[in-house]
T-cell receptor, first 111, second 119 residues
Framework: KQEVTQIPAALSVPEGENLVLNCSFT??????LQWFRQDPGKGLTSLLL?????REQTSGRLNASLDKSSGRSTLYIAASQPGDSATYLC??????????FGTGTRLQVFP | GAVVSQHPSWVICKSGTSVKIECRSLDFQATTMFWYRQFPKQSLMLMAT?????????EQGVEKDKFLINHASLTLSTLTVTSAHPEDSSFYIC???????????????FGDGTRLSIL
């Protein structure tokens, strides 16, 4: 059974810091891996998607890497801002559509 | 762009009530939709896969008779929580894959979620 774990569970940092969020999964047979952002009481916003054949994806201040063989992904946030405060979820797809979500990292960036 | 509309966004009702949640794809057809549940400070757990025109596929540990899923059209799936009790209080979110965006950076669209509170 696929299990997805995220470390740390919570993170509080001052504005401007560069951050690394970690995601690990137990079964390397994945279709893709996605990183999402969730604001309190809200739905999900897709940030980055990495296909199983890819190593990384970048969007603005965000960079996500994937090492499928070791079952790891990292989300790098450069120059963090208070507006980045949210819960970040990684999710793996064992097939084309189904998602298995990680435990989440709650990020707070204070001014 | 394509979106998924989920309704209602918030429900408070008495124990024993049945509650229906709708998930609608607005400008694309969704032969498959997914229903997730999220308890406070926990991650999203897949409950079931809703298949248009056929029975839903439930994840292990999810009661089929408790969570009724109907996917009668290509744009609408409904989740009914039957005889809801306080332990069913949770945040329910649906998602729908957009086949036209399968290889894009956002192949699925998520609803905004429904917060269900059972008194």
């Amino acid at each position: 059974k696929q299990e997805v774990t995220q470390i740390p569970a919570a993170l509080s940092v001052p504005e401007g810091e560069n951050l690394v969020l970690n995601c690990s999964f137990t079964d390397s047979a994945i279709y893709n891996l996605q990183w999402f952002r969730q604001d309190p009481g809200k739905g999900l916003t897709s940030l980055l998607l990495i296909q199983s054949s890819q190593r990384e994806q970048t969007s603005g201040r965000l960079n996500a890497s994937l090492d499928k063989s070791s079952g790891r992904s990292t989300l790098y946030i450069a120059a963090s801002q208070p507006g980045d405060s949210a819960t970040y979820l990684c999710a793996v797809s064992p097939s084309t559509d189904k998602l298995i979500f990680g435990t989440g990292t709650r990020l707070q960036v204070f001014p | 762009g394509a979106v998924v509309s989920q309704h209602p966004s918030w429900v408070i009702c008495k124990s024993g009530t049945s509650v229906k949640i709708e998930c609608r794809s607005l400008d694309f057809q969704a032969t498959t939709m997914f229903w997730y549940r999220q308890f406070p400070k926990q991650s999203l757990m897949l409950m079931a896969t809703s298949n248009e025109g056929s029975k839903a596929t439930y994840e292990q540990g999810v009661e089929k008779d408790k969570f009724l899923i109907n996917h009668a059209s290509l744009t609408l799936s409904t989740l009914t929580v039957t005889s809801a009790h306080p332990e069913d209080s949770s945040f329910y979110i649906c998602s729908a894959p957009d086949r036209g965006l399968r290889f894009s950076n956002q192949p699925q669209h998520f609803g905004d979620g429904t917060r269900l509170s059972i008194l």
